[in-house]
Every structure is written in C-alpha cells, then in structure tokens.
Antibody, heavy 119, light 113 residues
Framework: QVQLVESGGGVVQPGGSLRLSCAAS????????MHWVRQAPGKGLEWVAV????????HFADSVKGRFTISRDNSKNFLYLQMNSLRVEDTAMYYC????????????WGQGTMVSVSS | DIVMTQSPDSLAVSLGERATIHCKSS????????????LAWYQQKPGQPPKLLFY???IRESGVPDRFSGSGSGTDFTLTITSLQAEDVAVYYC?????????FGGGTKVEIK
C-alpha cells in the first residue's frame, strides 16, 4: 500500500535551517508529482511547494519562495524540503503528499513531521 | 490567488441527520477544456493527516462511504453527509488546484449535537 513517511522535523531558532525528508513506498514514486503542505497549530492547511515527477517543474508558495527548496531522488524514492532562514511563522506540521500531476488533488498524505521555530 | 471560502466555520448535527458544507471560490475552477472542476474535499480527524474524499468536485475516492456526496460547479460547491455518524466528526476542507498556488478553504468543523 502507499506509504509516505516524513522525518527531519524539530526545534530550530529563527534564521536556522532544517531539511525534511519523505520516504515513499508502495507505488511508482517517479510517476507522481509530490507536494509539501503545512498546518500551523490549530490552523488550516497551507500548500507549500510541488515538484513534478521528472524534477523539471517546481513551484513554491510566496510565503516560502527564496527560502525553501524542494528536491527528490527518484532512485531512492525520497522527497526533500530544504528550509532556510526559518521564521516563527514557519512553525507547523509539514505533510508530504502525492498527486498524479503537478496540479491535481492530493490522494495520499504522510503523517507529518513537526517543525517549531522558536528562540 | 484563488480564495476558497467555506461556510459555516462549524456545525453541530444530530446523529443520523444531514450535514451540509459550502465552499465558494473567488473565481471559477471549472476548466472548459475538459469540463472538470479542479476541486477536492478532504476530511481531517484529530491528530491525523487529511484524507481525500472527493476530486473533480464529485468523484468519490475509493472507500469513502456513500453517505458522503460532493456537488457543484464553477465557483460554488457542496459537501453533504446525508446521515451523520459518530466517526464523521472531523474538520472538512475544500481545495482548488485550478490556479497557482493551490489553495484550501479555512475548514469546517463538524460535531455531534
């Protein structure tokens, strides 16, 4: 069955960096676009970034553009989110999710990894 | 950005009764090229990730009970639970993937009255 398992979250000071990972299994990873979506404590969902199945296309929310990068390793079935210059407002649960194409519904989600930015 | 507005923010419904959630987009999410509404619904239970319920506005994801239905087109969409069960207590989100960036509604919390 499809499994997405995030890791790499933790507590970091403002201005710091973190790299999140998402391990995918149970499907042909290289055939799917992959997204990061975040949810601040007690708040709604915010789309963060997407990377196309072949890595050629990447898009970011304005709130993270220039600070976050998204990448994937199709040979290892891993998705990554490199987060630099972290801000307090980046505090959230970060989910990875897949879609058949770049702009489609998200049919499977991981359990999430928590990122806390605090001094 | 396309703004998704859900209503109500929360609702309390008796077991076995109907729950109706509305989602309105600030511009159409209907793509005329394929006549598909780029709109999905998700259910999120406490402590869990969101779960896909519907895509293309009305296509039920495999395994979703048929007491759930999705409808609407263009800018106005509805998620209906015809006979609320205890396990349906959750927050429900609409999501448009027509425009960039994809955006979510603010969520509707469904509780038992």
């Amino acid at each position: 069955q499809v499994q997405l398992v995030e890791s790499g979250g933790g507590v970091v000071q403002p201005g710091g960096s973190l790299r999140l990972s998402c391990a995918a299994s149970g499907f042909m990873f290289s055939n799917y676009a992959m997204h990061w979506v975040r949810q601040a404590p007690g708040k709604g969902l915010e789309w963060v970034a997407v990377i196309s199945y072949n890595i050629n296309n990447q898009h970011f929310a304005d709130s993270v553009k220039g600070r976050f990068t998204i990448s994937r390793d199709n040979s290892k079935n891993f998705l990554y989110l490199q987060m630099n210059s972290l801000r307090v407002e980046d505090t959230a649960m970060y989910y990875c999710a897949r879609s058949a194409y770049d702009w489609e519904h998200l049919d499977h989600w991981g359990q999430g990894t928590m990122v806390s930015v605090s001094s | 950005d396309i703004v998704m507005t859900q209503s109500p923010d929360s609702l309390a419904v008796s077991l076995g009764e109907r729950a109706t959630i509305h989602c309105k987009s600030s511009q159409t999410v209907l793509f005329s090229g394929n006549n598909k509404n780029y709109l999905a619904w998700y259910q999120q239970k406490p402590g869990q990730p969101p779960k896909l319920l519907f895509y293309w506005a009305s296509i039920r994801e495999s395994g979703v009970p048929d007491r759930f239905s999705g409808s609407g087109s263009g800018t106005d969409f509805t998620l209906t639970i015809t006979s609320l069960q205890a396990e349906d207590v959750a927050v429900y989100y609409c999501h448009q993937f027509y425009g960039t960036p994809p955006t979510f509604g603010g969520g509707t919390k469904v509780e038992i009255k």
